[in-house]
């Protein structure tokens, strides 16, 4: 047992190296709120997986600054806590998943660098290195998206996902089929689709295509169910499972085959392996989602990556994929392109303090009172 000093909340800034447009919107800034804990026996480190602005969910920086700072952190401070007892502390807010995993994940990482333990090993990983994706913004056109899949195949990625929006879908995507006839290739469409848009799924589901990743509604898992029965590719879904009750809702109803797990949007690193073990037992493979995170929440993914029924690539890319400059040391990709779990205590890396320093934008310190 370990009593938590104090929580330092810290907002950071990040350019990105080339803009990331999805069908809700363009980011050419990485903006997100990394959490220190610290224990008498050790400092965790925990990245909020939170944009600027609440369209991936509803969870946004600055609502998420206060839930952190005024109720969960609070919550935490002060306290003995093991790793078992960090959800229930956290219970008493209702939602706010991304908030939470950001505290989870930093009090799992503080316990584990105090026992020496790595996160991979913690969460019973099963691979020293994991195979990595890349996912592909909507470009601003079909040239400039071939030019951009030939760049990431040459590195070596192993699954290319291109995001989708209503009117840019089916023709890039043929482009690319066209272009690679046998690589791993799937389509992300952030919900930007509705029922009525089947005759593009019905084209799609001609390309060969991996997944086709949450293509309606996040709430709309019966709708999601009717439109697996109507395609044959694989759906998977992302924005709609936010808990491991969510993904066996989803399988049960057969509105997915597949499950992107972004261990921020389920509440951190524990219920993240919850929702793995409820597709391991559906049959269902997962693989790992991505929020173009800084090293920190990379690293956290990674050590998730490692876990057995981690089947498919995913969207785990290398640092200079992101950003000129990482927080961390940068994370690389071999030219098999598979990435390196890391094998350190805890996540096994920490922010340079100067880089650190030199992009915070809002800092303050949860104590006890
Ligand atoms: O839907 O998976 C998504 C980035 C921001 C918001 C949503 C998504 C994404 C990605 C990027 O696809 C994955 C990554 O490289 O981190
Ligand atoms: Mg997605």
């Excluded at 809702?249 to 597949?258: D, P, V, Y």
């Excluded at 509440?267 to 049959?283: C, K």
Aim: aromatic share 4%.
């Amino acid at each position: 047992m370990t009593t938590i000093r104090s929580i330092e909340l810290r907002l950071v800034g990040l350019p990105l190296v080339t803009p990331f447009r999805t069908s809700f919107g363009e980011m050419t800034h990485k903006e997100c709120i990394l959490a220190r804990v610290e224990t008498d026996d050790a400092v965790g480190w925990g990245e909020c997986i939170a944009g600027d602005e609440p369209d991936f969910s509803e969870e946004w920086n600055a609502g998420a600054w206060l839930v952190l700072r005024d109720l969960l952190a609070p919550a935490l401070v002060g306290r003995d806590v093991r790793i078992e007892d960090v959800e229930r502390r956290l219970a008493f807010v209702r939602g706010h998943p991304m908030a939470k995993a950001t505290l989870v994940n930093a009090v799992i990482d503080a316990v584990l660098r105090a026992e020496g333990a790595s996160l991979g090993s913690y969460v019973g990983g099963v691979r020293e290195r994991v195979a990595c994706g890349v996912s592909i913004g909507i470009a601003s056109s079909t040239e400039r998206l071939l030019e951009q899949v030939d760049g990431y195949l040459e590195q070596g990625y192993r699954r290319i996902k291109l995001k989708i929006e209503p009117g840019t879908d089916v023709e890039r995507v043929r482009a690319v089929r066209d272009a690679h006839a046998d690589i791993l290739l799937s389509v992300d469409a952030n919900a930007a689709y509705s029922l009525e848009d089947l005759a593009t799924f019905e084209a799609l589901d001609d390309l060969a295509l991996l997944m086709i990743e949450q293509p309606l509604h996040h709430e709309d898992l019966v709708r999601h169910a009717e439109l697996q029965r109507l395609v044959s590719t694989d759906l998977c879904l992302d924005e709609s499972i936010r808990s491991a009750a969510h993904a066996s809702a989803a399988l049960e109803l057969g509105a997915c085959r597949i499950v992107n797990i972004k261990q921020g949007r389920v509440g951190g690193i524990l219920e993240a392996r919850r929702v793995h073990d409820v597709a391991a037992t559906s049959g269902a493979p997962v693989w790992c989602g991505g929020m173009l995170e800084t090293g920190i929440g990379r690293a956290t993914n990674l050590a998730l990556a490692a876990m057995p029924n981690f089947t498919l690539p995913g969207d785990t890319s290398a640092s200079r994929r992101y950003f000129a400059e990482d927080l961390t040391d940068p994370f690389e990709l071999a030219p098999d392109g598979t990435m390196a779990v890391p094998s350190g205590p805890g996540i096994g890396v920490e922010p340079d303090p100067a880089r650190l320093q030199g992009c915070t934008v809002r800092r303050e310190v949860v104590e006890k009172e």
